[in-house]
């Protein structure tokens, strides 16, 4: 097996989005192509990878709108949380297989109710979505969403191993991946102690920004 990973930058408000394969078994999963279907469909097909699924982290439009057209270049069934009624369900849990590679689906709600984040266990990939940005979390609407959002984050902090690499939704932070070893160091949402520090810092960011000069 050898690994294909590849990210790109899909348009938008500077999303990301993923190619995941395994070129001895000549398949690969395309994860939210949203404004840029065509070309996450070019990098597969220049590499003669067959792409299995479209996957989506969570449902909001900036993920999903590239949906139909990577399907109809494809052939490939959309997949991605039940709620969003799609082709191929993945609830928590799942896992699904690309060539002998495993994608773990957890459910992590908070930002999004149908969100999920990717873990791929032997390259120790974890595809956050709109869950954890480097150095951020993503906007939630209410503070049941943002206690929602805490114990997502914290299913990440204790189920993840330091060393997996962490690739988000969006090109937020100071660099464009990062680990979660990083994270839980230097991400002000990770280091929270508690539920009530997170929202407390969750409602006074701005100023938190901009008293540590964070963009
Ligand atoms: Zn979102």
Redesign the pocket.
């Known amino acids: 097996m050898q690994l294909v990973f590849e990210q790109i930058r899909a348009g938008g408000d500077r999303n990301f989005g993923y190619l995941l394969g395994d070129r001895t078994a000549g398949q690969a999963v395309l994860i939210d192509p949203s404004y840029s279907p065509d070309a996450f469909v070019e990098r597969a097909r220049e590499q003669r990878l067959s792409v299995t699924h479209i996957i989506n982290t ?1 449902s ?1 439009p ?2 999903t709108n590239g949906n139909e057209r990577a399907a109809a270049l494809t052939g490939a069934p959309v997949a991605a949380h039940p709620a969003l009624q799609s082709a191929v369900a993945l609830p928590d849990s799942a896992e699904l297989p690309i060539g002998s590679l495993r994608l773990r689906c957890l459910h992590v709600p908070g ?2 109710a149908d969100h999920l984040v990717l873990y791929e266990p032997t390259y120790r990939l974890l595809i956050t ?2 869950l954890l940005f480097v150095g951020k979390v ?1 906007g939630t609407s209410s503070d049941a969403d943002a206690r929602t959002e805490w114990d997502s984050l914290q299913r990440l902090v204790r189920g993840i191993p330091d060393e997996a690499t962490v690739w988000p ?1 969006h090109d937020y932070g100071v660099r464009p991946s990062s680990t979660m070893a990083l994270e839980k160091a230097t991400n002000p949402f990770l280091r929270c102690a508690t539920v009530d520090a997170f929202l407390q810092l969750k409602s006074s960011w701005a100023t938190f920004k901009k008293d540590h000069g964070l963009k």
């Open positions: 969570h909001h900036d993920h930002h999004c979505g709109d993503g939704g």
